[in-house]
């Protein structure tokens, strides 16, 4: 088994090693032993944000203008990268290009959606670590894209920029309802597994159908029935 020495502690006179596979060091750890570039330098690992056991994402860069550094480390097919995965036990990479123009690398980050554009808010000091908030506009198709299944996409997104992310839909319809709006009716906690895959307002849920819904949430097909039934009423008064 492999992993990485994440501390080492004197407990009593005998010292405890404490390795760590969950650590981003470790995927750190094994670009540099899969992958021949990374080892010899060419290619570094700026950045690793990781969702253990989920997905990670990687920012990567190369001062050699003749090396594609995503592809490098991607390989022909995935095959490179197959080595990683499968190490990971079959772990989700996403393998990025490392840029210092921020709007830019958020853009990448928050792949694979496509961003129409952005704002972006700096602190003056971290807030829990982060130092700006952007908001990204997309268009709606785009959305479930961006956060991913249970936000995952967004988190990981958040984590490798270091910025707080908010995600806005294009061109919302004055017609169209905040999906919050129906608390009264639909449970906090539906209403949370419909944010969670981007939909957050009425006609992005009816504009669905129920077999992707029950594939991309947690909900039966008899709740997702309902709260279409509930959403259609309110456009039909």
């Known amino acids: 088994m492999r992993g990485v020495i994440k501390t080492v502690e004197l407990r009593g006179n005998k010292p405890a090693i404490i390795l760590s596979r969950t650590a981003p060091a470790f995927l750190n750890k094994l670009f540099e032993q899969e ?50 995965v499968r190490e990971l036990g079959n772990e989700n990479i996403d393998v990025i290009n490392y840029t210092k123009n921020e709007q830019l690398f958020i853009s990448r980050a928050l792949s694979p959606a496509k961003v129409t554009s952005m704002e972006i808010e700096m602190y003056e000091e971290e807030r829990n670590g982060k ?67 981007g939909l957050d307002t009425a006609r992005s849920v009816l504009e669905a159908s129920v077999e992707e819904l029950v594939k991309r949430t947690d909900l039966e097909e008899e709740t997702i029935l309902d709260v279409q039934r509930i959403l259609k009423e309110e456009f039909e008064q």
Do not use: M
């Not at 992958?35 to 050699?64: H, N, Q, W």
């Not at 991913?148 to 919302?172: C, M």
């Open 131 to 197: 130092k700006g908030r952007v908001s990204v506009l997309l268009r709606p198709e785009e959305v479930s894209k961006a956060i991913g299944r249970g936000g995952v996409n967004i988190r990981l997104a958040s984590e490798l920029t270091g910025y707080e992310i908010d995600v806005k839909r294009e061109g919302l319809e004055e017609e169209d309802v905040e999906l919050t709006e129906f608390g009264d009716e639909i449970e906090a906690w539906v209403i949370k597994e419909f944010k969670n895959i």
């Open 35 to 84: 992958i021949p570039e990374v080892f010899d330098g060419l290619i570094t690992v700026e950045r690793v944000a990781r969702i253990p056991g989920e997905k990670a994402k990687v920012a990567v860069d190369s001062y050699d203008d003749r090396i594609d550094p995503v592809g490098a480390c991607v390989g022909v097919k995935g095959s490179r990268i197959h080595g990683i």
